[in-house]
């Protein structure tokens, strides 16, 4: 089975400046650990108090909504919109969210998804278009692979894809043979590009690469989210940002790494084992 790692790039605003304020005696006292815990799973039971978890959730996403945190407080909001009997005042608070440059990207997808569903559900099919989430997903790349010896030498390893300058008209000898850069494109309606070459199976363990190409239009600060179950590594704009080897670390699946993304043209590396 393919360990393709799902790359997703959330673009956030500078976070705040930290003060030296000392908090002041009128000041209301932080949400129990046990309000948290509720507002963090992902499954809230009928008996909550719905409106008021909304607001807690409302008020957090105003001090957490530019960091990952915001992600698991976006499902949730959905989440007691789909279980209230009158959840009107909730489906405006994810419709304005949903619009908000400043919202961690993640938790903004979440709601421009759940937005998509709401009005489309609603007849409104012309505002579902314009909220359609699909477009914020990578639509296309390059995948090379795989690279690797006869035994198991490649986690690890590096091959000419991580050694230069990207050249994607080149071709290496793999670990079955030739290879070159292949052109990835996304499935209508999909989120997903593909490292997996389309070959028998046995042929496709070793070590894949899929390069990325991302404009933006301003310098700004981001998260990049890299989520596998095999061993990977990463480059953006040529620098080394994540390496991680499942053999010997016990890391979460899911991992962030805050980026700088530069004004224009930006290129991602990715790098990942296969089993």
């Not at 690797?148 to 008209?169: A, N, Q």
């Not at 699946?253 to 084992?273: C, D, E, M, Q, Y």
Request: glycine share 10%.
């Amino acid at each position: 089975m393919m360990m393709t790692p799902l790359v997703f790039l959330a673009l956030l605003s500078p976070l705040p400046p930290q003060t030296e304020t000392a908090p002041q005696a009128s000041e209301k006292k932080p949400p129990s650990e046990q309000t948290l815990r509720s507002i963090l799973d992902i499954t809230l039971w009928r008996s909550f108090d719905m409106k008021e978890n909304r607001n807690l959730i409302l008020s957090l996403l105003k001090t957490q909504g530019n960091t990952p945190l915001a992600e698991p407080l976006a499902h949730n909001l959905v989440n007691i919109a789909k279980l209230q009997k009158e959840p009107g005042k909730t489906w405006k608070a994810i419709l304005d969210l949903s619009q908000d440059p400043n919202l961690f990207g993640l938790a903004r997808l979440t709601l421009r998804k759940a937005a998509y569903g709401y009005k489309a559900s609603t007849g409104k099919f012309q505002e579902a278009i314009a909220l359609d989430p699909s477009g914020a997903f990578l639509g296309k790349g390059w995948a090379i692979g795989p690279f690797g010896d006869r035994g198991s030498s490649f986690t690890g390893v590096p091959f000419p894809p991580e050694t230069g300058k990207v050249d994607l008209t080149a071709t290496y000898q793999g670990r079955f043979g030739k290879v070159n850069w292949r052109p990835l494109r996304r499935g209508m309606g999909g989120s997903k590009l593909e490292l997996q070459p389309r070959v028998p199976q046995g042929f496709t363990r070793g070590c894949q690469y899929g390069f990325f190409q991302i404009s933006s239009p301003k310098e700004t600060g981001a998260y990049l989210e890299l989520q596998a179950t095999g061993s990977y590594e990463a480059w953006w704009n040529g620098r080394r940002i994540a390496k991680l080897d499942r053999r010997l670390s016990p890391a979460p699946l899911r991992r962030f790494f805050p980026i700088g993304v530069a004004k224009g043209w930006n290129h991602l590396l990715v790098k990942t084992s296969a089993a």
